[in-house]
């Protein structure tokens, strides 16, 4: 079974940065897409950035140029950096996958989207203060 554990949240003044993690155990298959969402209270659950099996990277327009998905295969891990962070990024942020039994090779666009998306971490909670 699938678990993705979240780190790093925490509270971060306006124009501050955060670099969350996201390990993944369980993974058996070595074709993928991760993603990064957010969801404010009240809010929908929003796709901020996703990254495949070939390193393209696909981002939400409300984070691009100020947040980078990246992955380290060899320890599972999947990154959040986040620089010039505004009160408005305050949010639960979770990790997110899905996973393919073919050799996905194609972009991960579509995972920006809560539906296409099998498997969830807890949440790391994202506070930015004014």
């Known amino acids: 079974q699938v678990e993705l554990v979240e780190s790093g949240g925490g509270s971060v003044q306006s124009g501050g940065s955060l670099r969350l993690s996201c390990q993944a155990s369980?993974?058996?298959?070595?074709?993928?897409?991760m993603a990064w969402f957010r969801q404010a209270p009240g809010k929908e659950r929003e796709g901020l950035a996703s990254i495949g099996s070939t390193d393209s990277a696909n981002y939400a327009n409300s984070v691009k140029g100020r947040f980078t998905i990246s992955k380290d295969n060899d320890k599972k891990t999947v990154y959040l950096e986040m620089n010039s962070l505004k009160p408005e990024d305050t949010a639960m942020y979770y990790c997110?996958?899905?996973?393919?039994?073919?050799?996905?090779?194609?972009?991960?666009?579509?995972?920006?989207?809560?539906?296409?998306?099998?498997?969830w971490g807890q949440g790391t909670q994202v506070t930015v203060s004014s």
């Open positions: 369980g993974v058996t298959s070595t074709s993928f897409c």
């Open positions: 997110a996958a899905r996973f393919f039994l073919v050799d996905f090779r194609g972009s991960c666009y579509a995972y920006l989207d809560k539906q296409n998306i099998d498997s």
